[in-house]
């Protein structure tokens, strides 16, 4: 109903409206604030225009009528020296009332305030802006007042949306012959310089000649020239393509002005004919992890853009951005036939795999770069492990992973380096790598020389589970069953522990009566040398995944009761046994609750009951001091 009562003021008279309260923010930042690199606005708003030159592009294929009697698709850039205005318009789809009040005056997404945070930490480095879709708010950086005069395509009425950035906007009714967006910026006095025609084509130079429509500079009210090649940077060979281009268009597509960490261009000819052009970040992308991200490679059709959300990659790959542009696809293919369309499909399928290839070529022609992205994007590659069953193999080649004994080992120079006897590729999952590198389950694979992969990113309990193994060897968890050491051989320095076999049986059987439900079991370890306990899992699940998926509402999991391993020839037990023998069970109840606490914090959890905790502790320690 409000907005309605909006309408139908506005044909009358301007609205007011405020701004959402993150949006008010970011205008405060921009207005309030001084940058070293101004220019960005301008590229910010060409981007935009040249989207909507797309989106009308792609809407005229059903509906050639959009188009009208104007068929010319073109950004123009108006300069005003006497009224101190730059405009920057548009033939594109233009946007209607709603659209305006939605687009400009409220954003329904992290983007803002993602932003905000970030460029108050970077001291107003407003140079990654696009990377938010928020470029537009960039105007007030050199605008005192902003106004959007727009039209869509196929309707009579314009409206106009005005502000000068500070809390507020107002939308009215307007006049405006033909369709799509004029955006008029009232330029403060300092930035009078983006009146001038030297500036403009510097900036259209550097950040926008790859754009794929002509931008034109007006002479005079009846002409422009062009200023732009207008040429899809895909299309051209790639030979003629210089590596400042690649960096241009990348940061047109993505908001990251940096230099991508890997970029794939080339031409696939056969039953299907398409150009791609990829490029790996070498920076996380701010909303890698947003479950509503999908796919962000744009589909082309004959330099049509079809969509950005087309699937051409699988989920796990979905940091890699570019264009994929079809010489064979119909032009009037809907996003929504997109999914069960076997061209896209087979397009998907190869695109995979040769983007999986290049990393892997990458990983051994640069090992450096290849690093560099695998830090960056491990955790999301990995998903793979899980996900992608027919390429599980190619991604093993890829894997990096952190072990005992290197940072980044691969699975194939594990198996090279498998000790006498050694039938599994063992690993090790925890929560962060310092927890891991000090598991007390690792001393007795430590003590065989016998490396253990650390796996710590919560997609490595989901894969390892379901992973079959790598090159015949299956993949064995170092805190789940009774660890199979026997066969292989002790370091020369490191001597078997030892312990009075009936004695560690008379104790184990009393730390069962005094820990209750609190285990599932009190038995000989054979992963300890050092540590006189620790916690491990019988069943199907290890301890890490368990307690991952009791963390998440209605997974129905709940952390079952650990098995606590001790060590019989650690001079505790040993003296833990001595007691049992010969003072009874009852001498040893707050010493195996302190040792079944102690183990939980080996794990890095809290104990269930620190007063009882404490309260043991006391006593102990006032036993040994009294």
Same mark, same amino acid.
């Given at each position: ?24 923010? $970011?205008?405060? $930042? ?69 659209? +305006? ?30 990377? @938010?879709?928020?470029? @537009? ?25 005005? !502000? ?29 310089? @983006? ?10 130079? #550097? ?24 040429? =899809? ?84 790959? /979905? ?14 293919? !809907?996003?929504?036939? +997109? ?10 399928? =190869? ?11 990458? #990983? ?10 695998? #830090?960056? @994007? ?24 952190? !072990? ?41 694979? /430590? ?13 490595? !309990? ?86 991952? $998926? ?44 302190? +040792? ?31």
């Amino acid at each position: 109903m409000a907005r309605t009562a909006e309408k139908s003021a506005a044909s009358e008279a301007p609205v007011a409206h405020a701004f959402q309260a993150e949006v008010a923010k $970011l205008l405060s $930042l921009m207005v309030h604030s001084v940058y070293s690199d101004r220019d960005v606005f301008l590229r910010e708003l060409i981007s935009n225009a040249a989207d909507a030159l797309d989106k009308l592009r792609y809407e005229a294929i059903a509906a050639p009528t959009l188009l009208g009697d104007d068929p010319a698709l073109k950004i123009t850039i108006t300069a005003d020296k006497a009224a101190k205005t730059l405009t920057v318009s548009d033939s594109g789809i233009g946007m209607g009332e709603d659209e +305006l009040i939605d687009n400009l005056g409220t954003i329904a997404k992290s983007g803002t305030q993602a932003f905000v945070e970030r460029a108050r930490q970077a001291k107003g480095d407003i140079h990654l802006i696009g990377q @938010f879709g928020i470029g @537009f708010y960039s105007a007030f950086i050199v605008a005192s007042r902003v106004e959007v005069i727009s039209r869509r395509a196929g309707s009579e009425a314009a409206h106009k949306w005005s !502000s000068a950035g500070e809390g507020n906007y107002t939308v009215e009714a307007a006049a405006k012959p033909s369709r799509g967006t004029d955006i008029v910026l009232h330029l403060r006095d300092d930035a009078v310089e @983006f009146l001038d025609d030297w500036k403009i084509e510097s900036v259209v130079r #550097a950040y926008s000649d790859h754009i794929a429509h002509p931008i034109m500079l007006a002479v005079d009210s009846e002409t422009a020239r062009q200023i732009n090649t207008a040429n =899809a940077i895909w299309t051209r060979p790639r030979a003629e393509v210089t590596a400042d281009s690649h960096k241009e268009f990348y940061g047109h597509i993505t908001g990251d002005y940096s230099e991508p960490a890997l970029t794939l261009h080339y031409r696939a000819e056969g039953r299907h004919e398409y150009t791609v052009l990829l490029y790996v970040p070498a920076e996380r992308p701010f909303d890698l992890y947003d479950p509503e991200r999908r796919g962000r490679q744009k589909l082309y059709v004959k330099r049509v853009y079809i969509a950005d959300d087309a699937g051409l990659l699988p989920a796990y790959l /979905r940091f890699v951005r570019g264009v994929i542009d079809s010489e064979d696809m119909p032009l009037n293919l !809907s996003r929504e036939m +997109l999914q069960n369309n076997p061209q896209v499909a087979a397009i998907r399928k =190869a695109v995979t795999n040769k983007v999986l290839a290049e990393l892997k070529k990458c #990983a051994e022609t640069e090992p450096a770069t290849f690093a560099k992205i695998w #830090a960056v @994007f491990a955790p999301v590659i990995k998903e793979g492990l899980y996900e992608d069953m027919e390429r599980r193999d190619q991604l093993f080649e890829i894997a990096r992973f952190r !072990s005992t004994k290197s940072d980044a080992v691969t699975l194939a120079d594990y198996i090279a380096g498998l000790k006498e006897n050694q039938t599994a590729i063992y690993y090790l999952t925890a929560e962060d790598a310092v927890k891991a590198a000090a598991s007390p389950q690792l001393e007795g694979y /430590r003590a065989r020389d016998v490396e253990v992969l650390l796996l710590t990113d919560p997609v490595d !309990s989901f894969w390892v589970r379901t992973a079959l193994g790598f090159d015949g060897k299956p993949f064995r968890s170092v805190t789940q069953g009774i660890a199979d050491l026997d066969l292989i051989k002790l370091k020369d320095e490191v001597k078997p522990g030892g312990g009075d076999d009936a004695a560690t049986a008379t104790l184990i059987a009393a730390m069962k009566q005094a820990l209750g439900p609190r285990v599932t079991d009190v038995r000989v370890s054979k992963r300890l040398t050092d540590s006189a306990v620790c916690l491990v899992a019988d069943g199907a699940m290890d301890r890490t995944l368990e307690k991952l $998926l009791a963390r998440q509402k209605d997974s129905g999991v709940a952390v079952s009761a650990p098995i606590l391993e001790i060590n019989p020839g650690h001079p505790l037990i040993e003296g833990l046994a001595k007691s049992v023998k010969e003072k009874g069970a009852a001498s040893v109840e707050d010493a195996a609750q302190l +040792l079944l606490d102690q183990a939980f914090i080996l794990e890095g959890e809290p104990v269930a009951d620190p007063a009882g905790f404490a309260r043991r502790m006391a006593a102990v320690m006032s036993k040994v001091f009294a």
